[in-house]
Structures are given as C-alpha cells and as structure tokens.
C-alpha cells in the first residue's frame, strides 16, 4: 500500500488560497492589516506628542473607543443577517479607512474622542460582519480553519505595520506621524479592492416566506402574517439561547488574556522586576512569532466539540500556569526574572492561541445558522465588553496586589476556561443523544443550533 506523497510546504502555505472568499479576505487582510500596525505602533504617542493629550486623557479616549465597539459588533452581525453582507463589509472597511485618516485633523481631545469612538465601532462591526461571511462561506473544520488563516496573516501584517511605524517613532516629527497616519489610512483603503472580489453567496439567504394567516373569509390577513414571521425570527435569537449567551461571557472573560500581555506585562516588568525594559519586546515578539507558527495547526479539529472544549482547558491550565510565573519573577536578578518572565510569556502565548481556537469552534457550533450573522455580532460584542474592562481589571488585581493579585487573575482565567469546557461536554453528549433529521419517529426534521450540525 504505497503512502500519498506530502504536499512541499509552500503549496500547502497557498491550499487555503484556492477558496475564492477566503483569498479576498487574506489578501485584504494582508493589506489592511499593515495599516493598522503601523497605527497601534503610533497612537499613544501620536496623542501625547502632537496632539498634546495628558495621559489620563489618552486613556478615556482609547476606553470609549473599546465601547463603541461592544453595540457595534452586535450591530455588524445584526445587519449582515438583513442586508448584503458584502456590501456592509467594503462600506465599514472604507469607514475605516477613511477615519484613519481623520486623525491627522484631531488638535484637541473633543476631536480625538469622536474620532476615535467612531473609528472603533466601524472596525468593530466590521469584524463581526467578517465573522458572518466566515460563518456562511464554510462549515466544519474549514471555517475554523479560515479564522486561524486569518489570524495568522493578522499577525504577520501588524508586525510588518510595526516596523513601519517605528520609523516615525525614530523621526518623533509631527509631519512623521502624520505621515504615517495616513500610511495607514491607505492600506486600509487598498484593502477594500480585494473585498469586491468576494462572491454574493456570502451575503445571508433571503428570508423564507411564511405561511399566511387567512382570516374566517379566505382573505390573507397581512399584519398577522407579519406578526408570525417575526416571531419565528425572534425563536432564533442568541438572546433566548442560555448557553451561548454563558458561552460568550465565559470567553469574554478568558480574552481579557490579551490586557495581561499588552498591559500587565509590561507595566509588571518595569515596576516590579529587575528585567530590563526591553524584555517587553522581546515578549511581543515570541508571541507574535507562536501565534504566526501554531494558530492554523493548533485549531485543527476544533471545529468538533470535544476537542474545542478540550483545548478549551489545556488553554486554562496554562494561562492559569502563566500567571503564577509571572508573579514569581519579582525580586529575582535580572538574568533570572528575564527567564521567568519568558518561559510565563510562551505558556501565555499557546494558551491565547488554544483559546482562540477552541472559542472559534464552539463560537460557530453552538450557534443557530438561521441567525448565524446575529449569533457572531453577540459574540464579538462579548469580546468587546471584555476589551474594555480588562485594563481595570488587570491593574485592580496583578498591578496593585503583586502575588495576591496575580493569584486572582489565575483564577479567574482557570474558572472562564473550564467553564467553557464544561459548556462544550454537555453540548457534546446533548449532540450525541439527539436523534439523527428524519430518523424514524421524527415527524419534522428538527432545526437546531450548530451542536447537533457538528454530530451529524
């Protein structure tokens, strides 16, 4: 029995390219994304430096911009379940684009605010819209597998947008930043050309007709039959399904993760260890690079429930185990917290990607495909709430109480994981026991959430 030759490594590095959606988002991701690096690399000091914004006011301009995107990824998956979500799509992500661009005119902090706050509800809506098209352009292990493609050409662009924006931080002229504002108003902009290639079939199907309500004459009464229609929708709804509802908190907690690295760590590092400052980047780098190396590989498979919930707790160990060692590089040599610091940084970072991949799975399993648009808008409106507490959060626990507070934290991210463990067992054996569409004894096949899809 002769075994299939393996594919060389760069045809397997272009397979996922072949899919004609997937190919429009990674290549507009690809060419976005290096905007947006280039601006995370700049906006503080943007602010500081040429806009002239005190330090606590930089930090409400950036905590509402995080909450302008809670409502708005709802509204994003709301209307990709309603409207073209193509069109919505290259509609926000020119908004985008455009706003970017805004803030080389932003003198004060009124206009920062506003700003700001619009440029993160459309990015926002944006990536739940994206996350709808994913939804519907793929099933199974493809569609989780399309999210770790994405996130991987994410992480690519955004360092290569890092370097770019460094070099207005070496220049720290205000017609270099501005400059390289702009940059990244116009990557985001070339993005855009690549997303009219996406084909129509992305946008929702159009809605089934319902059975008109005659009245006692034969005539069809219009406003009833409006009325059952909308309440066959409203039977669809994440707001009436507990467990994704539970789900999407859970996972909103565990992705307060990302504060540890972009906040917790390096104000840890500078204020209660002997490491140098620039194990900071060193830290980002190692990250970057795992996230780069293990995200398409380790979310393989997740698209099954078990597995989801089982990295799901791999993730929470880890993140938990993370915490811990942190902590533990206070009051070592600088050599030493240099080492501890690391070795909590990788754990960090396989646990951030085995988390992405496991909420990924269950984010589109558990969830209602009548609504799918919908259902991905709620989830990344989770995410968004926990963006936004997770500076607060970080600082109230492992910044002020040192050992005691970083304890808490570990705690915290083991209960968020295996409680989505839990959820993804008992969605699991739920999947497992439920009869198969039109098996005997069925009158009607029944329509169910993405738990009984994956066990089919």
Same mark, same amino acid.
């Given at each position: 029995?002769?075994?299939?030759?393996?594919?060389?490594?760069?045809?397997?590095?272009?397979?996922?390219?072949?899919?004609?959606?997937?190919?429009?988002?990674?290549?507009?991701?690809?060419?976005?994304?290096?905007?947006?690096?280039?601006?995370?690399?700049?906006?503080?000091?943007?602010?500081?430096?040429?806009?002239?914004?005190?330090?606590?006011?930089?930090?409400?301009?950036?905590?509402?911009?995080?909450?302008?995107?809670?409502?708005?990824?709802?509204?994003?998956?709301?209307?990709?379940?309603?409207?073209?979500?193509?069109?919505?799509?290259?509609?926000?992500?020119?908004?985008? #684009?455009?706003?970017?661009?805004?803030?080389?005119?932003?003198?004060?902090?009124?206009?920062?605010?506003?700003?700001?706050? /619009?440029?993160?509800?459309?990015?926002?809506?944006?990536?739940?819209?994206?996350?709808?098209?994913?939804?519907?352009?793929?099933?199974?292990?493809?569609?989780?597998?399309?999210?770790?493609?994405?996130?991987?050409?994410?992480?690519?662009?955004?360092?290569?947008?890092?370097?770019? #924006?460094?070099?207005?931080? +070496?220049?720290?002229?205000?017609?270099?930043?501005?400059?390289?504002?702009? /940059?990244?108003?116009?990557?985001?902009?070339?993005?855009?050309?690549?997303?009219?290639?996406?084909?129509?079939?992305?946008?929702?199907?159009?809605?089934?007709?319902?059975?008109?309500?005659?009245?006692?004459?034969?005539?069809? $009464?219009? +406003?009833?039959?409006?009325?059952?229609?909308?309440?066959?929708?409203?039977?669809?709804? !994440?707001?009436? $399904?507990?467990?994704?509802?539970?789900?999407?908190?859970?996972?909103?907690?565990?992705?307060?993760?990302?504060?540890?690295?972009?906040?917790?760590?390096?104000?840890?590092?500078?204020?209660?260890?002997?490491? !140098?400052?620039?194990?900071?980047?060193?830290?980002?780098?190692?990250?970057?690079?795992?996230?780069?190396?293990?995200?398409?590989?380790?979310?393989?498979?997740?698209?099954?429930?078990?597995?989801?919930?089982?990295?799901?707790?791999?993730?929470?160990?880890?993140?938990?185990?993370?915490?811990?060692?942190?902590?533990?590089?206070?009051?070592? !040599?600088?050599?030493?917290?240099?080492?501890? =610091?690391?070795?909590?940084?990788?754990?960090?970072?396989?646990?951030?990607?085995?988390?992405?991949?496991?909420?990924?799975?269950?984010?589109?399993?558990? +969830?209602?495909?009548?609504?799918?648009?919908?259902?991905?808008?709620?989830?990344?409106?989770?995410?968004?709430?926990?963006?936004?507490?997770?500076?607060?959060?970080?600082?109230?626990?492992?910044?002020?109480?040192?050992?005691?507070?970083?304890?808490?934290?570990?705690?915290?991210?083991?209960?968020?994981?295996?409680?989505?463990?839990? *959820?993804?067992?008992?969605?699991?054996?739920?999947?497992?026991?439920?009869?198969?569409?039109?098996?005997?004894?069925? $009158?009607?096949? =029944?329509?169910? #959430?993405?738990?009984? *899809?994956?066990?089919?």
């Amino acid at each position: 029995m002769t075994t299939p030759a393996r594919l060389p490594l760069l045809a397997r590095l272009l397979a996922p390219l072949a899919d004609p959606v997937l190919r429009a988002l990674v290549v507009a991701t690809l060419i976005s994304r290096v905007g947006r690096g280039i601006f995370l690399t700049v906006t503080v000091l943007y602010f500081t430096f040429v806009v002239g914004l005190p330090a606590h006011e930089v930090a409400v301009v950036l905590t509402l911009a995080s909450a302008a995107g809670v409502l708005s990824s709802f509204a994003g998956g709301w209307l990709a379940d309603r409207i073209s979500a193509r069109r919505l799509l290259i509609g926000l992500s020119i908004a985008d #684009g455009i706003g970017l661009v805004s803030y080389v005119f932003a003198g004060d902090f009124a206009a920062a605010l506003v700003i700001a706050m /619009l440029v993160g509800a459309v990015e926002q809506g944006a990536n739940a819209t994206r996350s709808a098209i994913i939804a519907r352009a793929f099933t199974g292990e493809a569609r989780v597998g399309a999210r770790a493609v994405l996130r991987t050409v994410t992480n690519v662009s955004i360092a290569a947008g890092s370097g770019i #924006g460094a070099l207005a931080l +070496a220049l720290g002229t205000p017609e270099a930043y501005r400059t390289t504002i702009v /940059l990244a108003g116009a990557a985001s902009l070339l993005g855009v050309t690549q997303l009219v290639r996406l084909p129509r079939s992305v946008d929702a199907p159009a809605p089934r007709a319902s059975r008109p309500v005659t009245t006692a004459t034969g005539s069809t $009464d219009v +406003a009833a039959s409006a009325r059952a229609e909308r309440i066959a929708l409203r039977a669809h709804s !994440p707001w009436r $399904d507990p467990r994704y509802l539970l789900l999407t908190l859970l996972t909103a907690v565990f992705g307060m993760q990302f504060a540890v690295t972009n906040i917790g760590v390096p104000l840890w590092v500078a204020h209660s260890t002997e490491a !140098p400052a620039v194990v900071v980047s060193a830290v980002l780098i190692l990250n970057t690079v795992i996230v780069i190396l293990f995200q398409v590989p380790l979310s393989r498979g997740t698209h099954d429930l078990r597995v989801a919930g089982r990295v799901s707790a791999i993730a929470a160990w880890l993140m938990a185990v993370a915490c811990i060692v942190y902590a533990l590089s206070a009051g070592l !040599p600088a050599w030493g917290a240099v080492a501890v =610091v690391l070795g909590a940084a990788l754990a960090h970072a396989l646990a951030e990607v085995l988390s992405q991949a496991g909420g990924w799975g269950l984010s589109y399993e558990l +969830a209602d495909p009548v609504r799918a648009g919908t259902y991905q808008g709620v989830f990344g409106m989770g995410y968004s709430i926990g963006a936004m507490c997770a500076p607060l959060v970080v600082a109230a626990t492992a910044l002020e109480h040192g050992l005691a507070g970083w304890g808490v934290l570990a705690a915290v991210f083991l209960a968020s994981g295996l409680g989505t463990w839990a *959820i993804a067992r008992s969605a699991a054996r739920s999947a497992a026991r439920a009869p198969a569409p039109g098996a005997e004894g069925d $009158d009607v096949p =029944v329509e169910t #959430g993405g738990a009984a *899809i994956a066990s089919t």
